[in-house]
T-cell receptor, first 110, second 113 residues
Framework: KQEVTQIPAALSVPEGENLVLNCSFTDSAIYNLQWFRQDPGKGLTSLLLIQSSQREQTSGRLNASLDKSSGRSTLYIAASQPGDSATYLCAVGNNNDMRFGAGTRLTVKP | NAGVMQNPRHLVRRRGQEARLRCSPMKGHSHVYWYRQLPEEGLKFMVYLQKENIIDESGMPKERFSAEFPKEGPSILRIQQVVRGDSAAYFC???????????FGQGTRLTVV
């Protein structure tokens, strides 16, 4: 059974810092890995999708990497802004479903 | 393409009543997933459906909960005889196939009073 862990659970940084969020999973037989953002009381927004054959994906200030063999993914956020404050979730997809980590709650202070 | 639509957005039910949550997937998507998010907790997988079939319901409580995705119409998550512990946000996602990118609805927030 796939287990997904996200570290740290919470992170507070000053505006402008670069930061890394971590996601680890126990079963490397995955189809894809997806990073989402969730704002308080809102739904989930897909940020980046990495297929199992890919190593990384980039969108603007976001870069996500995938190392299937070690069961890890990182989400790198460059030059963080207060508007980046949210909970970031990683989800590991196989052919049946997606399993989520518990998320990292990010606060970017002005 | 309107995206994944969930309704209602907010639902209040008294203990013992039934709750029906609807999810219309994106156009062209035949895979639907339901997740539950309890207050201050992460998203938990409940059930995965394709049209007219339940593929994986390993995350769904055995009693009082059921899900369907008929040939026509939205997917329905049904909770019978709701209890206070059912209060949560219920999210639905859809994808073209099992390995494709998933898109989420805005969720239904169920409050049991």
């Amino acid at each position: 059974k796939q287990e997904v862990t996200q570290i740290p659970a919470a992170l507070s940084v000053p505006e402008g810092e670069n930061l890394v969020l971590n996601c680890s999973f126990t079963d490397s037989a995955i189809y894809n890995l997806q990073w989402f953002r969730q704002d308080p009381g809102k739904g989930l927004t897909s940020l980046l999708l990495i297929q199992s054959s890919q190593r990384e994906q980039t969108s603007g200030r976001l870069n996500a990497s995938l190392d299937k063999s070690s069961g890890r993914s990182t989400l790198y956020i460059a030059a963080s802004q207060p508007g980046d404050s949210a909970t970031y979730l990683c989800a590991v997809g196989n052919n049946n479903d997606m399993r989520f980590g518990a998320g990292t709650r990010l606060t970017v202070k002005p | 393409n309107a995206g994944v639509m969930q309704n209602p957005r907010h639902l209040v039910r008294r203990r013992g009543q039934e709750a029906r949550l609807r999810c219309s997937p994106m156009k062209g998507h035949s895979h639907v997933y339901w997740y539950r998010q309890l207050p201050e907790e992460g998203l938990k997988f409940m059930v995965y459906l394709q049209k007219e079939n339940i593929i994986d319901e390993s995350g769904m409580p055995k009693e009082r909960f059921s899900a369907e995705f008929p040939k026509e119409g939205p997917s329905i998550l049904r909770i019978q005889q709701v209890v206070r512990g059912d209060s949560a946000a219920y999210f639905c996602a859809s994808s073209k196939d099992g390995g494709a990118e998933a898109f989420f609805g805005q969720g239904t927030r169920l409050t049991v009073v």
